[in-house]
């Protein structure tokens, strides 16, 4: 109880806050009536359902929200937290809205906004007189689904719990249409399944559950050949219980699955309140899903408009980005904001968003909003691009569930590193499961070895190095003594010794083989990402005040530095290579290029620029889309025009059937791709802005065609806002003001 007594406490003294604090608007008149300009708004039903929903959220619950043709609103809603009993991450359930009568039956007069700035969609409809109005929101600082409905005349209304699972369901076989969506478990012996969705019979509410009672945690960890280790980590599925209570003013069960109006009215406010807890039973859950419930509902509802909208207001009031010129800036500027809307509206919860559809899967090509291709898995390689972006925009708290994902793992994966190799460190896979480990499936069920039964991954260890690469970056931007402390060093401790003593050393040198250039080349000898990560990492952390790091420490990582072969590359010295020793490429990867990202060791205002530019240019796979990286490499090598190409590809990257702008095409992942999103980003900020060592290179790559009103963060928190038309830039406001002097400026 002492989680739940820690959570009531924090939601009461969030109250108390609320009640105190007037929220006072931040964001430039100028900046708004810009982003309003971004606001998508729908004149048209959705006649193909989910596929044509809108995105929304408060960082941990989602909803996708669409008007059918029939005239019912609905929600698929979403959280960061509900993992099945078969290790999925599934919908919270499906919500209908019925109201009569209901102006929303035809096109007449109807409108569907997001409204970017405010966090909420709008929806109307009806001729005066007879006009319905909707507002959907997702509290931003408290988990609860609102619908508001305002309506010109008396109508009745009901909502309805439609149970995305009201069967079990056991995967027999791995030709099952949705069996990829289980990857992970497809080769179990004991077949994967979920249990049925419940609904409990309450005389003032909904109330419904999906309850964990079987769990593949033992078995992963016994698969894996660490069952020592079972006793010593808690199930992180057993008796997850998820699922939600259905409210509504002047309305009462009309039977468990629906909540109806007593009588009719103009104004009728539905809350969804969706919950997630491990407890020993399913009266516990219940019981502090109430409790929380009673605290919510202690604001009053004009107090949370005030305070959602004033953290909506804060957060966009942290960075923005608007090019405008030609039709093609426009839509840059479109994709930006929207991909960072959806994050935000889904990264603030207890785990990061996944690569395959975020919370924002829905019902594509036969197969529902529980499906996501790849499975519940995470891939390092594909979540870190919608990741990395967030730095310079600002957006900090979003970073946190994806930082604190990798420290959790920490203890686990150290105990493994030890249990398989008899040395210090930590490994960590490619694909893995939340907790850690490596998804089983890639693993082998049949495995007694040490390392990974697929070869694609098998030796795929560079993610840990970006991973803190990411870190350090974060500690550049922020200066945050307690995060360097207690994220950074603990992390490069044991990700850096695991390097350092893995793979022998020859005539003083490390000498890294077998081992993977990515997902490119197998077995190869000495590969880049390797070298160029501990290098970039370990030369970072040597800079970190002296109290942070203790010399004992300090000398293991530099001697492991000094231990390092050279970067491979060709024999007159003018290209990077992905390994000095490599044979058949297996994927389409250019590893020789994370010299330039992520490790950013060449590139602008950095040694050797004509190398990296050689190495960047003679690269075999040339492309943007998804997760490969020529959007987010180009601008750090100053290549404007390339990189106005690669954006403008990530753009288009849309599914025809899919109505929504930025629910990216499935590409190599699956719809919506967030890493489409993500390297589109990172590709745009790096055109507006870089840091090196202590210089802000301004507009290092911003096509001549377009002009641009951005305010970024940079080092040392730093922030900048650059206006710029024709080339000449009216405004560089900088703060705080001693940073100026660090700014160098594009030359024409």
């Not at 260890?461 to 950074?488: C, H, N, P, R, V």
């Not at 075999?620 to 987010?632: E, G, L, M, R």
Request: charge should be neutral.
């Amino acid at each position: 109880m002492k989680k739940l007594q820690v959570l009531l406490m924090l939601v009461t003294i969030v109250n108390f806050s609320f009640a105190n604090t007037a929220p006072r608007k931040q964001l430039p008149d100028d900046v708004l009536k810009k982003l309003n300009g971004y606001n998508e708004t729908w004149n048209t039903l959705s006649t193909m359902g989910s596929m044509e929903s809108m995105p929304l959220g408060n960082g941990d619950i989602t909803a996708n929200v669409w008007v059918e043709k029939g005239g019912d609103l609905m929600l698929y809603i979403g959280k960061s937290d509900t993992w099945s009993e078969a290790t999925r991450l599934l919908k919270v359930g499906r919500i209908r809205v019925k109201m009569s009568p209901n102006p929303f039956t035809t096109d007449t007069n109807f409108e569907q906004t997001l409204n970017l700035y405010k966090g909420e969609i709008e929806i109307s409809a009806g001729k005066k007189g007879n006009r319905l109005k909707l507002k959907i929101w997702i509290d931003a600082n408290q988990p609860v689904v609102r619908i508001e409905t305002s309506s010109d005349k008396h109508i009745s209304i009901s909502c309805t719990t439609e149970l995305m699972r009201p069967q079990p369901f056991t995967l027999t076989s791995p030709d099952d249409p949705i069996a990829s969506s289980f990857r992970g478990l497809l080769g179990s012996p004991v077949k994967p399944s979920e249990s049925a969705d419940v609904l409990v019979k309450k005389s003032d509410r909904i109330q419904w559950y999906h309850r964990n009672e079987t769990s593949f945690f033992e078995t992963i960890l016994a698969k894996q050949n660490v069952s020592s280790l079972i006793s010593k980590y808690a199930d992180p599925y057993m008796h997850r219980t998820f699922g939600g209570v259905i409210k509504g003013s002047n309305m009462q069960p009309q039977d468990d699955s629906t909540l109806a109006s007593v009588k009719q009215g103009k104004n009728f406010t539905i809350a969804v309140y969706p919950y997630t807890a491990q407890t020993q039973t399913i009266d516990e859950w219940s019981m502090q899903l109430e409790q929380l419930i009673s605290n919510i509902d202690k604001e009053s509802l004009p107090s949370a408009h005030s305070n959602h909208y004033a953290w909506w207001d804060a957060f966009w009031n942290r960075s923005w980005i608007f090019l405008s010129g030609d039709e093609d800036a426009t839509k840059v500027t479109r994709a930006y904001l929207l991909q960072r809307f959806m994050i935000a509206c889904q990264s603030r919860g207890a785990y990061p968003a996944k690569f395959n559809g975020g919370n924002f899967t829905f019902d594509y090509k036969g197969k529902n909003g529980d499906y996501r291709n790849w499975g519940p898995g995470y891939w390092y390689q594909n979540t870190r691009l919608f990741y990395w972006p967030l730095t310079a925009s600002g957006d900090f708290d979003l970073k946190k569930p994806w930082f604190d994902m990798y420290m959790k793992m920490l203890p686990l994966q150290t105990d493994i590193t030890n249990a398989y190799y008899g040395h210090g460190g930590a490994f960590f896979p490619e694909t893995y499961n939340f907790f850690g480990m490596y998804i089983q499936d890639d693993w082998g069920w049949d495995n007694p070895g040490k390392a990974s039964d697929t070869r694609w991954i098998r030796y795929h260890y560079s993610g840990a190095l970006e991973m803190l690469s990411e870190m350090l970056d974060y500690y550049d931007y922020t200066k945050d003594a307690a995060f360097a402390q207690q994220y950074i060093v603990p992390f490069a401790t044991q990700a850096i010794r695991f390097f350092d003593q893995h793979w022998p050393r020859i005539n003083q040198s490390l000498r890294f083989i077998p081992a993977n250039a990515t997902e490119q080349f197998w077995d190869c000898l000495n590969p880049v990402d390797y070298i160029a990560g501990l290098k970039y990492t370990i030369t970072k952390l040597d800079s970190l005040p002296a109290n942070f790091v203790s010399p004992a420490l300090k000398k293991e990582w530099n001697n492991c530095l000094a231990s390092l072969p050279p970067i491979p590359m060709t024999h007159d010295k003018k290209k990077i290579l992905p390994a000095e020793e490599y044979g058949k490429g297996h994927n389409f990867e250019n590893p020789e290029c994370y010299v330039i990202f992520p490790f950013k060791l060449y590139g602008l205002g950095r040694p050797d620029l004509d190398v990296a530019l050689n190495t960047f240019n003679e690269r075999i796979f040339k492309q943007s889309n998804c997760w490969t990286q020529d959007v987010i490499q180009a601008p750090l090598l100053g290549l404007a025009d390339e990189t106005k190409e690669y954006l403008l590809k990530n753009v288009n990257s849309l599914e025809k059937d899919v109505r929504f702008p930025a629910f990216w095409k499935p590409g190599s992942d699956y719809v919506p791709d967030f890493d489409n999103g993500g390297a589109l980003a990172m590709g745009l900020q790096n055109m507006l802005l870089q840091n090196v060592n202590q210089q802000i290179l301004v507009l290092p790559a911003l096509p001549k065609s377009w002009n641009v009103d951005c305010k970024l963060h940079a080092f040392d928190n730093t922030t900048v806002r650059i206006v710029s038309k024709e080339e000449t830039i009216s405004t560089l406001d900088v703060l705080p003001a001693a940073r100026k002097k660090d700014i160098l400026l594009k030359t024409k």
